[in-house]
């Protein structure tokens, strides 16, 4: 089911922001579930999977930022089930709807999949301020708050990544 498709039935809301608002920020706010969702599930996938000289240590670094992602998921969809939405938060729902792209079947060694997992880090990023933006807009004040939150971790977190990848690239 597409997120279009999951907002044409608002549930009833005291919230003082219009329907339309609010349809806005839901088909939005899936859109983010979608791409938080599969950023968590790229970042387990990279911590089962990394391997090479470093791979305790990034074992561990993919370990904390999937855990910390999962706490922004629960945020992400509480507001949008808030806004009289409903959460389209299965996995499958998530690979619909996520602007990620996947991650590669072949890609295993340390520093290649730090690269890989940062590149998901910025896209996720992008999406999140994309989001502030558009909630701005429509005068979404919490919905803008809430993702500024989550644009502040994926940019810390894509800081964590980089660290590993600036060494070599002094310039």
């Known amino acids: 089911m597409s997120t279009k498709a999951?907002?044409?039935?608002?549930?009833?809301?005291r919230i003082d922001l219009s329907a339309d608002t609010r349809e806005l920020m839901v088909t939005m706010l899936n859109r983010q579930l979608a791409t938080l969702t599969d950023l968590y599930t790229q970042t387990k996938h990279a911590h089962w999977n990394v391997k090479g000289s470093n791979f305790w240590g990034?074992?561990?670094?993919?370990?904390k930022?999937?855990?910390d992602v999962?706490?922004?998921?629960?945020?992400?969809?509480?507001?949008l089930t808030a806004l009289g939405g409903r959460a389209m938060g299965t996995v499958r729902m998530a690979a619909a709807n996520s602007?990620?792209?996947?991650?590669?079947?072949?890609?295993?060694v340390g520093l290649e999949v730090v690269k890989v997992v940062a590149d998901r880090y910025a896209a996720a990023g992008k999406e999140a301020r994309q989001g502030?933006?558009?909630a701005m807009e429509h005068g979404d004040a919490d919905t803008a708050d809430?993702?500024?939150?989550v644009s502040r971790f994926l940019d810390q977190s894509l800081y964590f990544l980089?660290?590993?990848l600036q060494a070599d690239e002094r310039g």
Do not use: M, W, Y
């Open 6 to 13: 999951a907002t044409n039935h608002l549930f009833q809301t």
């Open 58 to 63: 990034l074992h561990k670094l993919f370990d």
């Open 65 to 67: 930022l999937a855990e």
């Open 70 to 79: 999962e706490g922004h998921i629960d945020e992400t969809a509480e507001r």
């Open 99 to 108: 602007r990620l792209e996947d991650f590669p079947e072949d890609v295993h």
């Open 132 to 134: 502030i933006a558009q």
């Open 146 to 149: 809430l993702l500024t939150a």
């Open 162 to 164: 980089e660290s590993h």
